[in-house]
């Protein structure tokens, strides 16, 4: 089988909007008994305000290691992350976790959720975190679980939840603390066709409604057709799949 062709992303930018997400030649390598593996060969990416950049790829193709490097859950061999215009390599591994917290939301395809803890109690979590106020707290809670539709389930338990309404939670979760960019690991991996729809519905409302930046990997094509930017990875590299330029669906620029 033919290797695709490679050929480096082009940069999206719009005037005088900073990104609030870039990697400049990040590259990550793993070394083990077989040698090295490069997960990450030397990405460039902006990721702008209001924009849901979605990243598909096989399994195996670097898509996982790529948002935790972005989202500065790892660090890169080599090449940079900024996040608000702060080089990740420039903070100690507590500012790098400060930062995380106050402008970063993860979703992830396991869901992450406490079984022990409510809905409202799991949503709450950061916020607890952060030392926010209770009252602000509690307000903050009501608003995330009835924007994501669960105003009614707040004090349900994650086993007492469909897989759906547990990504939801998950999601109400990572938005809580009013972050600037959303990163999302095949946040629909674990849901039925229609309920993934929904997930992904939600998603790009909160970034048209709210002007979040999502990056969200998946190999699930109605995503894709909802993406301002689409790129893909192959075996840790950025590549011109079809289409890469063109935006498409509901969130097309016009």
């Known amino acids: 089988m033919t290797e695709p062709q490679t050929t480096p992303v082009p940069i999206v930018a719009e005037a005088d909007v900073p990104p609030v997400l870039s990697a400049r030649a990040l590259t990550r390598v793993f070394t083990g008994a077989a040698g090295d593996v490069r997960a990450c060969d030397g990405i460039d990416l902006d990721v702008q305000p209001g924009q849901l950049l ?3 790829g096989r399994s195996g193709s670097g898509k996982t290691t790529l948002l935790g490097l972005l989202g500065g859950l790892d660090r890169p061999t080599s090449g940079s992350v900024t996040v608000n215009g702060i080089d990740l390599a420039t903070l100690s591994d507590e500012q790098v976790s400060g930062l995380r917290r106050d402008t970063l939301g993860f979703v992830f395809q396991s869901f992450g959720l406490l079984p022990m803890l409510s809905a409202a109690e799991n949503v709450e979590l950061p916020l607890r975190i952060l030392h926010t106020d209770p009252v602000d707290r509690d307000a903050r809670v009501a608003e995330v679980l009835e924007l994501v539709g669960l105003a009614r389930h707040a004090d349900q338990r994650p086993y007492e939840l469909s897989g759906g309404q547990q990504q939801r939670v998950a999601l109400a979760r990572a938005l809580a603390p009013r972050p600037r960019i959303l ?10 066709s229609d309920t993934a729809v929904r997930v992904l ?5 909160l970034v048209d409604d709210h002007g979040i930046a999502a990056v969200v990997t998946t190999h699930y094509p109605p995503l894709m057709h909802r993406a301002n930017r689409l790129v893909e990875l192959h075996d840790g590299r950025l590549i011109e799949g ?13």
């Open 242 to 254: 079809d289409p890469l330029a063109p935006a498409r669906g509901r969130h097309a620029a016009g």
């Open 183 to 192: 990163l999302a690991d095949e946040p629909t991996g674990q849901l039925d």
């Open 201 to 205: 519905d939600l998603i790009g409302e």
């Open 54 to 56: 979605v990243i598909r």
